[in-house]
């Protein structure tokens, strides 16, 4: 079957710097897509890696090892308002729905 | 529009009431989307229709649920005598094409309560 994990549950410090894991197994892949859910809003885009190594975005990077079915989303200076969960999803080869994981609520505390 | 747009925004139905919810996708938007997500839960995927293909509708819970998308734009949900389990939020969501190089945008969502 196709399958996505991550943590449940993370908590984190402000100014601090967290990752968040992702590991896949899928029929073929067609990129990995990282989401940000607030509580009570829709999920908001992140990032997207389709090839091998780091995608840096601000205080936001995203890394993928396709060879290995892992992915990470990496927070530098952490803030109040990146409390959310993170949602990590999969493009498979048949490049019809999405798969989605249960996501990772983070926590960030003063 | 310049996003993802659903109605209603919110909606009380007594159970065992139909109701539709509408979605709007982005303007030129092949893919679409429909997601349930209860308080504190994962995304549940319900139905993906792409272009003119056949809709994959692998993710509906139950024969009470239906879904359709007129001229390829528009899509009503379609949730017949609802039950207190219906109770969610439920997301639209559209892209370019199929999911591999195109990003996803989501709409606010409708939140269901069945009371």
């Known amino acids: 079957g196709q399958n996505i994990d991550q943590p449940t549950e993370m908590t984190a410090t402000e100014g601090a710097i967290v990752q968040i894991n992702c590991t896949y197994q899928?029929?073929?892949?067609?990129?990995l897509f990282w989401y940000q859910q607030h509580a009570g809003e829709a999920p908001t885009f992140l990032s997207y890696n389709v090839l091998d190594g780091l995608e840096e975005k601000g205080r936001f990077s995203s890394f993928l090892s396709r060879s290995k079915g892992y992915s990470y989303l990496l927070l530098k200076e952490l803030q109040m308002k990146d409390s959310a969960s993170y949602l990590c999803a999969v493009a498979p080869g048949n490049n019809r729905k999405l798969i989605w994981g249960l996501g990772t609520s983070l926590a960030v505390n003063p | 529009g310049a996003g993802v747009s659903q109605s209603p925004s919110n909606k009380v139905t007594e159970k065992g009431k139909d109701v539709e919810l509408r979605c709007d996708p982005i303007?030129?938007?092949?893919?679409l989307y429909w997601y349930r997500q209860s308080l504190g839960q994962g995304l549940e995927f319900l139905i993906y229709f792409q272009g003119n293909s056949a809709p994959d509708k692998s993710g509906l819970p139950s024969d009470r649920f239906s879904a359709e998308r007129t001229g390829g734009s528009v899509s009503t949900l379609t949730i017949q005598r609802t039950q207190q389990e219906d109770s969610a939020v439920y997301l639209c969501?559209?892209?370019?094409?199929?999911?591999?190089?195109?990003?996803?945008?989501f709409g606010e969502g409708s939140w269901l309560t069945v009371v």
């Open positions: 303007s030129g938007h092949t893919a």
């Open positions: 969501a559209s892209s370019f094409g199929p999911p591999g190089g195109n990003t996803i945008y």
């Open positions: 899928t029929s073929g892949f067609n990129g």
